[in-house]
């Protein structure tokens, strides 16, 4: 008895934990660090992913949302840039950490998104390896949020300096990986198919591929050429030399990985084993777990016939 007594109040403090954690959060000021690349395009980062901001003539476009609460504080700092209104928000793709400010956002913002990536976010599933979604931001906001257009492989919006390319290479971190392109200020925002120097995080609940996101981070090299800055998912400022390099790496990954497979190693082992080549020069180590779970997509993908 006393026993579960004991084990009952664990719990229960372990709950409390868990909520006084998230009040504290949520409570905490949102810091917006602020990094100018242009007189008239900036980057804000820190709560979820890296936010790009354009200041246009008839108006403001930005890209990604950040994380729940995020919103706001958004639309607050665009205000101390500039006057004008946010008429348009992009989103990259669908996790949580880059469109769930969104709601935020006034109902009169032109919303735009890759078809497939306006489908994951009416579900909002969790990212694979990450625990059920409990959740949906959008349908808890009775839609608002939501994209109002897509585009499947290709979109161009306005004209002159203010025009901004929207492209979809094909399947990477998911399978609705926008990249957002200003061809005046030679700048691409490639959200989370390049979120830095680091093993991705390859989503397959979303429709993520460690078979076909080689291929996809080159053809975004060898399509947008005209590109001085490639603005990541969550790290500094890459160019293109660096997509390069990035999609070499990720080809060197899906080789061992398919070597390994071949040769009858279990997820396990290669996931214990293998390491960052040592020509890839800053690449942060990975996670134990991230490292398995991409392993294992690709395990799954390589079973399944999937060839790209």
Not at 32 to 39: A, G, N, S
Not at 279 to 295: E, F, S, T
Request: proline share 6%; charged share 25%; glycine share 8%.
């Amino acid at each position: 008895m006393k026993r579960s007594i004991v084990l009952g109040l664990l719990v229960v403090s372990g709950a409390l934990a868990l909520v006084l954690a998230a009040q504290q959060q949520a409570q905490a000021p949102k810091v917006i660090e602020v990094t100018k690349l242009k007189d008239n395009f900036f980057v804000l980062k820190g709560g979820g992913g890296n936010t790009a901001v354009f200041i246009m003539a008839d108006g403001v476009t930005v890209v990604d949302a950040k994380n729940p609460g995020w919103g706001q504080p958004i639309l607050d700092k665009i205000k101390e840039l500039t006057n004008k209104p946010v008429i348009r928000l992009i989103n990259t793709h669908t996790h949580s950490d880059h469109v769930s400010g969104n709601v935020e956002f006034p109902v009169t913002v032109d919303i735009v998104t890759q078809e497939n990536t306006r489908t994951n976010m009416e579900k909002m599933v969790a990212p694979y390896g990450f625990p059920p979604a409990t959740s949906n931001i959008f349908k808890d906001n009775n839609g608002r949020g939501m994209p109002k257009r897509t585009f499947k492989d290709k979109m161009s919006i306005g004209k002159g300096d203010d025009r901004v390319e929207l492209f979809y290479f094909g399947r990477g971190h998911t399978n609705g990986d926008a990249w957002v392109f200003f061809p005046s200020l030679r700048i691409m925002h490639a959200g989370d198919v390049f979120s830095g120097k680091n093993i991705p995080l390859l989503d397959a609940n979303n429709g993520g591929s460690g078979v076909a996101i080689p291929d996809t981070l080159l053809k975004a090299y060898d399509t947008v050429k005209d590109v001085d800055v490639i603005i990541t998912g969550h790290s500094t400022e890459m160019t293109r030399p660096d997509l390069k390099e990035y999609s070499e790496f990720n080809r060197d990954f899906l080789n061992d990985v398919r070597a390994a497979k071949s040769a009858g190693k279990s997820v396990d082992e290669v996931a214990s084993t293998w390491k960052i080549p040592a020509k890839y020069v800053g690449y942060a180590p990975p996670a134990p777990d991230r490292l398995k779970n991409n392993v294992q997509i690709v395990y799954d993908e390589l079973s399944k016939g999937v060839t790209k």
